[in-house]
């Protein structure tokens, strides 16, 4: 790759998944000229649950994206969620009113997010690794591999829960591995059920975490299972317990008999630790899992992702010559808007470790066809979770509103 020329580079951004290309994007469309760099050589496997929320979903549509371009683009509409007990329910959401939930391979979507920065006038160079950085006052020094080093007023780290970016300027996470551990796998041939519904299993002995079946239609799924670092399932118990998985009764039934593994299983860490990691470092900000901005009672991080780095990017555009402004800035969107999610999801978890918490929640949940209406928009994110806390996020739509792209595909 060749050299680049950092003159009129406003903002640098490290990491070409949704928070990079979220900040990106926002940042072009304010007349910024942004560049992106990222290690990676797209489209590259990302290891994900898959799974889109409401939220993550309205973020998207915001930005533009075409889920046409996507071609494992899955909506969503059914939800069933099996107790620890075997008691199961089936939360359905809206139809004909826009998109709710989906599923899509994170291969795909994040190769569809870098296409559309381009399309926004983002310079994005991939293969292209961090090596180094250094804060002063008025800029940060990048050195890249490939294409040098680089002078910018501004850089966003969102390079992942082990953010160079975050070594290199010296706000390192020591002996932190994550907070939620996760295995998944593709299956082909799944059952017609699991080609059409998202499963979500609490058993017993994964509270609180769960295993899931994510459907990605032409007879695929998502497969996979997360458990709290900490648990008696984790470090290698995790992999042995995969086999026993896939072979209890009521999990075979419903991904089928026939279904067969695609590719290898692999493993993740997933950060969740808000309030944790530096979110914002002189002229430098952390987005999605660089702030370990993932949610901690479902490990969902895609909507948080995005969040952040719109955030991040419009702290830059409002305050573009103080970082004390910028910073303030930042920190006051993700305490009004993420951390009061953060706390109802910790309350939450706490219930869900126990077994008569999981059924008591079930059992609530799927007590009259509305609450099992309201509990799938609440539990996809339609609304903020931890809007207790923040009442001045009430409005009169709460909960009523129409999902993402309900007006069709975006023209280019």
Known sequence: MSQIDDAGIDVAVIGAGPAGTAAAITLARAGRKVLVVDKATFPRDKCCGDGLTTAAL???????????????????????????????????LPRGRGTFAAVARRTELDAALVDLAGRNGVEVRTAQALTGATGHADRVALEIDG?????????????????????????????????WHAFRQYFTNVSDRASRELMIWFDADLLPGYAWSFPLGDGRVNFGFGILRGSRLDGAAMGRRWDDLLERPHIRAFIGEAAAPEGQRKAWPIPTRLPGPTLAAGRALFVGDAAALGDPMTGEGIGQALASGIAAARAIVDHPESPVAVHAAYRAWVAQHLEPDTRMANLLSRALKHRKGARAAIATAGLTPWTRRKFARWLFEDEPRGVLFTPKRLHLRFLRRDGAFAEGPHAD
């Open 58 to 92: 309205r973020l998207l549509d915001d930005l533009g994206l075409d889920p046409g371009r996507i071609p494992s683009w899955q909506p969503v509409h059914d939800i069933v969620v099996r107790g620890p007990r075997a008691r199961q329910v089936t939360f359905s």
């Open 147 to 179: 294409l040098g080093m680089l002078d910018v007023p501004w850089v966003i780290g969102a390079d992942g829960m082990w953010s160079p970016l975050r070594r290199a300027l010296g706000e390192r996470l020591e002996h932190y591995r994550g907070d």
